[in-house]
């Protein structure tokens, strides 16, 4: 069965760095997301982006944040400098284009541990 | 704006009892999907059920079934005979066509399923 899947599963940085949270997602998915899960709370939607091209960013996804597709199987979430209130699990998702009613298929999380 | 409502940040229920875990919603959306996750200890994201604003039965899934008002705006989840493995954190999502068809989450709903 096909999935999304997400590397690395768990990263440890410290306040100010950069970091890159990677996915691959399921291969003739259109649609791609980014979701931030602070522990034990709600899945708070980042980023939708489809044709190469953000579609709606929310306000969590300011300036130090940034997502890329470098090429036709990987998406990425950049985070520039990173604050202690971006730890969190990071969700990446992908799509099918049947609209509304496609579910969304989930990768396993990137769990983000800043110091 | 979109809005997904879970009013219950936590539930028990004994072991091969049915359990109802409510959602509502609003949207000024007419199609969107609604859909409910389960999310276990481990922290991955399971698809459990999924009803279409068009639909005009409810949603059964398995044990899983989608009590869905759509006047009252909303789509309880309805689990019939609770399984220890059950208990897990529950989020109501909702997807509409806007910002690429994104997906927004209710706050969740821990559901204890006690032997």
């Known amino acids: 069965e096909p999935e999304v899947t997400q590397t690395p599963s768990h990263q440890v940085t410290q306040m100010g760095q950069e970091v890159i949270l990677r996915c691959v997602p399921i291969?003739?998915?259109?649609?791609f997301y980014w979701y931030r899960q602070i522990l034990g709370q709600k899945v708070e939607f980042l980023v939708s982006f489809y044709n190469n091209e953000i579609s709606e960013k929310s306000e969590i996804f300011d300036d130090q944040f940034s997502v890329e597709r470098p090429d036709g199987s990987n998406f990425t979430l950049k985070i520039r400098s990173t604050k202690l209130e971006d730890s969190a699990m990071y969700f990446c998702?992908?799509?099918?284009?049947?609209?509304?009613?496609?579910?969304?298929?989930f990768g396993e999380g990137s769990r983000l541990t800043v110091l | 704006a979109q809005k997904i409502t879970q009013t219950q940040p936590g539930m028990f229920v004994q072991e091969k009892e049915a359990v109802t875990l409510d959602c509502t919603y609003d949207?000024?959306?007419?199609?969107?999907?609604l859909f409910w996750y389960k999310q276990p200890s481990s922290g991955e994201m399971i698809f459990l059920i999924y009803q279409g604003s068009y639909d005009q039965q409810n949603a059964t899934e398995g044990r899983y079934s989608l009590n869905f008002q759509k006047a009252r705006k909303s789509a309880n989840l309805v689990i019939s005979a609770s399984q220890l493995g059950d208990s897990a954190m529950y989020f109501c999502a909702m997807r509409v066509m806007a910002g690429g068809f994104k997906t927004i989450f209710g706050a969740g709903t821990r559901l204890f399923v006690k032997a």
């Open positions: 949207t000024s959306d007419p199609s969107y999907g």
């Open positions: 998702a992908s799509t099918d284009g049947t609209g509304y009613t496609g579910e969304l298929f």
């Open positions: 291969s003739n998915h259109l649609y």
